[in-house]
């Protein structure tokens, strides 16, 4: 592709919004996405503003034979919001959210943002439940699943999702949903990334608010074991309004800490509650003949200022990794190991084993492309750092975790959290999903028009 290619100068003249080239001012402040790992050059950065924008760009991207990427919010831990060489399809000025409080639906843009979708929906006392970083895409977020503080009430964001209106390879805006094209929709929920650019998406909402109970109780290493047992028997008998995570990790920095535990391995259980927070601590109790903690905190806030919080520290510009899995159960060994890990873990890094159950273990495993409803926890391995010399060590430390927990996976992996490029699909979906994906994808995309993604190959 050149600059004055006729192909690329009868697009332009047909699209409506900012079309930004490597020789243009503004093309290297266009190219930048969330994380610093990738530092990667497009041939073409394109802001649609309309539909017909989309169709125009994924049209176009066909006749010139580029790679496509697509943009939402940008967070892709893979580096899939951008590429070498192709077009980046950048959805950030599609960014409206709408409520219909009387039917409790809200319909968010392609590009809106989880922050933008929770003030819509809180300010008439509903809520979609999300992801836990206000400025994350609704879209890649919904598409890959949506874990957050609300999981156990209401569900994945997926599992939320009531239609999808997306452009497809040969350029077509169709509208899926469990009535328009349900095979379809059924792929979307859990692959969509692999089947077009999604430009608007339709939720149920739930009453909800305006507080949220958050906390966290961290404990020395050396009552990792009993904590555990006492954070699987809360799960088990835990209300849904109880979201809880159990993590391995390092006390720094140090001066954070009291002297006993900084600079070592610790153990949080950190919890959300969707409440007051008198409840909240009742709903604890059976952790308390657990162990002594070290350090608590919990407090009951507005539920939009506990999902900013973290907005400012996981900031664009980070170098991060994720290594995530699903379990029924971790063995005792597994978490020793793991206690023993973090006392080399660098930086910002731990080891966590999120709770499922509640509302998302309503949702049959057949039921969507996403495989893990049925799994006791979610697991991650994950690092947070800034200076690029310190890429190799953090990236092991999270592959040295996950190896450990290993033996205690079960089938699926949530892949939003799956870093490594050209990972086999069958590991994220399983083999029976796998069938009937690739079928949809030879229906809908038989050309693999939309591979910036973990691929499912037609």
């Not at 600079?263 to 409440?275: D, E, H, L, R, T």
């Amino acid at each position: 592709m050149t600059l004055v290619d006729p192909v690329l100068d009868r697009f332009r003249s047909s699209f409506v919004g900012e079309v930004i080239t490597p020789v243009d001012a503004a093309y290297d402040n266009a190219r930048l996405v969330w994380s610093a790992l990738y530092d990667r050059r497009p041939g073409l950065v394109v802001r649609p503003e309309t539909v017909e924008d989309v169709t125009a760009a994924v049209r176009y991207a066909r006749e010139a034979d580029l790679q496509v990427a697509v943009r939402g919010g940008g967070h892709s831990i893979t580096g899939f919001s951008t590429c070498d060489g192709g077009i980046v399809i950048d959805l950030s000025r599609m960014r409206a959210v709408s409520v219909d409080p009387n039917r409790r639906l809200a319909r968010a843009d392609g590009g809106a943002q989880l922050g933008e979708l929770g003030r819509a929906t809180q300010a008439h006392g509903l809520v979609c439940p999300v992801g836990t970083v206000g400025h994350t895409g609704v879209a890649g977020l919904a598409l890959g699943g949506g874990v957050g503080r609300l999981q156990r009430r209401f569900g994945l964001t997926l599992d939320n999702l009531a239609a999808v209106e997306l452009i497809t390879a040969d350029g077509t805006h169709v509208r899926a949903s469990e009535t328009d094209h349900p095979d379809l929709f059924w792929a979307m929920r859990g692959a969509g990334p692999n089947f077009g650019v999604v430009t608007s998406l339709e939720f149920r909402l739930h009453p909800f608010g305006p507080n949220l109970t958050r906390g966290i109780r961290i404990y020395r290493p050396t009552d990792a074991l009993p904590v555990w047992q006492a954070f699987r028997a809360l799960l088990a008998m835990a209300p849904r309004e109880l979201g809880v995570s159990y993590v391995i990790g390092r006390a720094l920095p140090e001066d954070e800490y009291p002297a006993e535990i900084a600079g070592g391995p610790i153990v949080i259980v950190a919890f959300n509650y969707a409440g007051a927070e008198a409840d909240a601590v009742a709903a604890l109790a059976p952790l308390a003949d657990a162990a002594t903690s070290v350090m608590d905190d919990i407090s009951e806030k507005p539920y939009l200022e506990i999902q900013a919080q973290y907005d400012e520290a996981y900031g664009w510009g980070q170098r991060y990794y994720a290594f995530g899995a699903f379990a029924d159960d971790l063995r005792p060994e597994t978490i020793q190991a793991l206690v023993d890990h973090a006392a080399d873990a660098t930086g910002d890094s731990g080891f966590t084993a999120a709770g499922q159950g509640g509302a998302m273990a309503d949702v049959p495993e057949s039921a969507t492309a996403f495989t893990g409803h049925g799994a006791g926890i979610r697991t991650i391995a994950e690092s947070q750092w800034q200076d690029p010399a310190d890429d190799g060590v953090s990236m092991e430390w999270c592959r040295r975790a996950m190896v450990i927990a290993a033996a205690d996976s079960v089938v699926g992996r949530y892949v939003n959290e799956v870093f490594e490029e050209g990972t086999d699909p069958a590991t994220i979906y399983g083999s029976e999903k796998m069938d009937r994906l690739v079928a949809i994808k030879r229906a809908w995309d038989p050309d693999n028009a939309f591979r910036t993604n973990h691929n499912i190959r037609p």
